[in-house]
């Protein structure tokens, strides 16, 4: 188990304590502290004194270097056949070791059910489970939405060796890449409903807020590092030309709207038609206008459409 951290003393600590209630009787925990200037490490080395032959503590002095670096040293660090990578601030259920390893049977990646945790000073509540649906061509439905939650992913270590860790450049959607690169790569995947996790939402703590802008080129730089891991392997399908050409376009869509850059937005869906020719738009009237007057255009009338049945 490799966490990676920086100044969430409290959180980290509950996130340690839900891996050492895990069912499942091997579990080593390694955690990754990004120059915490609070008082994360005296907490962790009180938990680390309660259990030190199962727990890790690797302070990173100096300059702050992210989680993606945190995870890929933690990673080489590791032991053992399996692997997981928590943030922080989430939490396991009990089972969720013990179910993710036999729900993977001989798959690479074993991926569960979560739930969205969200907190104030009145209430803890829980979303409804979220489930991944997957076909055939599982990196297809990645790519077009089905998006899998750090905290709820098993990775047989082995599978790792086939692509270069987490890739570094990309801060805002590492996870997306890492598991792009696997699904080109050829890794194999299984899953189960049981609910394995709590993925934190809101509130300061939440690892990054968001500059759209900046999230919707690192989102473009992953689709194209997936393009060439797929033009490299020769492992284009129909299916997965499909879903990175309504990726690209939805990331143009959000770009659109969350920040008005039409410029942006008419290279995205530039990129999604390159892709993939035969592409077009979900929505009937959306495609008619679009082919008559342009995606831009089209965009303007859907925002209407928004304020008048909001």
């Not at 100044?7 to 009787?25: D, G, I, K």
């Not at 938990?47 to 100096?62: D, N, S, T, V």
């Not at 409903?193 to 807020?209: E, F, H, K, L, P």
């Amino acid at each position: 188990m490799v966490i990676p951290t920086f100044n969430r003393a409290e959180l980290v600590c509950q996130a340690v304590r839900s891996v050492f209630a895990q069912t499942y009787p091997h579990v080593e925990v390694i955690v990754g502290d990004d120059a915490s200037s609070d008082d994360t490490l005296a907490q962790l080395e009180g938990l680390r004194a309660a259990c030190p032959a199962r727990f890790r503590l690797e302070y990173f002095g100096g300059e702050k270097v992210g989680a993606c670096p945190l995870r890929n040293r933690g990673a080489a660090m590791s032991h053992g056949e399996f692997l997981m990578f928590l943030d922080s601030d989430d939490l396991l259920t009990a089972p969720a070791l013990e179910q993710l390893v036999k729900a993977m049977q001989g798959a690479d990646i074993g991926w569960g059910a979560w739930r969205d945790l969200r907190e104030d000073e009145q209430a803890c509540r829980l979303s409804p489970p979220f489930e991944r649906r997957y076909g055939s061509d599982w990196l297809a439905d990645l790519l077009r939405g089905e998006w899998l939650a750090t905290c709820a992913v098993l990775y047989r270590r082995e599978v790792l060796h086939r692509v270069q860790g987490w890739f570094e450049p990309v801060v805002l959607d590492g996870d997306f890449d890492f598991n792009a690169q696997l699904g080109a790569a050829g890794a194999t995947q299984a899953g189960t409903r049981a609910v394995v996790s709590y993925y934190r939402r809101g509130g300061a703590d939440q690892i990054s807020a968001q500059d759209f802008g900046k999230k919707t080129a690192q989102t473009r730089l992953v689709l194209q590092r997936c393009e060439e891991a797929l033009t490299s392997r020769n492992a284009w399908t129909p299916a997965r030309r499909s879903g990175m050409a309504a990726r690209y376009f939805h990331s143009a869509r959000m770009l659109l709207y969350y920040t008005g850059d039409g410029d942006g937005f008419e290279q995205l869906v530039g990129e999604a038609l390159r892709v993939d020719p035969e592409f077009r738009a979900p929505k009937s009237w959306y495609r008619w206008i679009a082919t008559m007057a342009g995606y831009r255009n089209a965009e303007r009338v859907a925002a209407v459409g928004r304020k008048l049945f909001r």
